[in-house]
């Protein structure tokens, strides 16, 4: 586990390569570089398959939705991708506005998350 | 003497009886931090705890805490440029609408000229910047820019209530 002073990491590996990425807290740009580098340390270990549990998250700013909607585009050329799991009302409200629901497949339960990757 | 981190004024006024949203809950509410980005969380913890008070929906109150810590970054980032001063946010509530003013002594940064009309997924992503932009465009209802004479970034928002 990975502690932050505004926002906690922690992440599991699942079978089949699948990370599972739990933040809690918030992203904004106090610490907006710890968030990078924490999901690019992921794709760089070669996990493509990335699962963020987004459950215990308060708040995420434009720059985190760039981020994971670049990492996204990323890891899916390696037949992998960004799946969303528990995002709040108001967060997932923000990525419909922007369009993204077209790019993530957004989850409430961890088991069809993980599921989806081996369709 | 050196100003303390916050300066915070606030007053109410309306009678509660005359209005579908509760009026005693009008005010206008001013506070000056430093342009620091660990200021942020505090920032939208203020403006969430204020939103929550009108009857407001989370979404709306999430977007109105969104556009004021996208503005503040933005006025960090391009006016400060990293050098110290100090932001004044302005939160003004009526039966209405809910404004927010944010002013700042960077330099020039006139936001209004830099927010994307569409946003592009293939070629959005965090270098490109922009987004932040788009969602107080997009999810305020009035968006306005001035540099004042005595030399301030005044970005000015608002957000009408819907009508119940």
Known sequence: ?119 | MAENSTRYSQTKKGNEKDSPRNSSKYFHLRFIVPGDVQELAAIRDRVEKQSASMNLSDEEAYQIVSAVDETCTNIIKHAYQGKEGNIEISLKVDSERFEIEVADKGIYFDPTLNIPQEIDQEKIGRQKGGLGLFIIKKTMDDLNYRFTMSGENKLHLVKYFRSE
């Open chain 1, 1 to 119: 586990m990975k502690k932050d002073n505004v926002f906690e990491i922690t992440t599991r590996l699942e079978e089949g390569g699948i990370m599972i990425l739990k933040i809690a807290g918030y992203v904004d740009a106090s610490n907006i570089n710890h968030f990078e580098q924490q999901l690019g340390e992921q794709i760089n270990k070669g996990y493509y398959k990335i699962i963020l549990d987004c459950s215990e998250l308060e708040y995420l700013n434009s720059s985190a939705l760039g981020i994971i909607l670049d990492f996204h585009k990323l890891a899916a050329k390696h037949q992998g991708g960004i799946r969303l799991l528990n995002l709040s009302h108001r967060i997932e409200s923000t990525f419909n506005m922007l369009g993204f629901n077209d790019y993530f497949l957004i989850f409430s339960e961890e088991k069809k998350a993980i599921e989806s990757f081996n369709k």
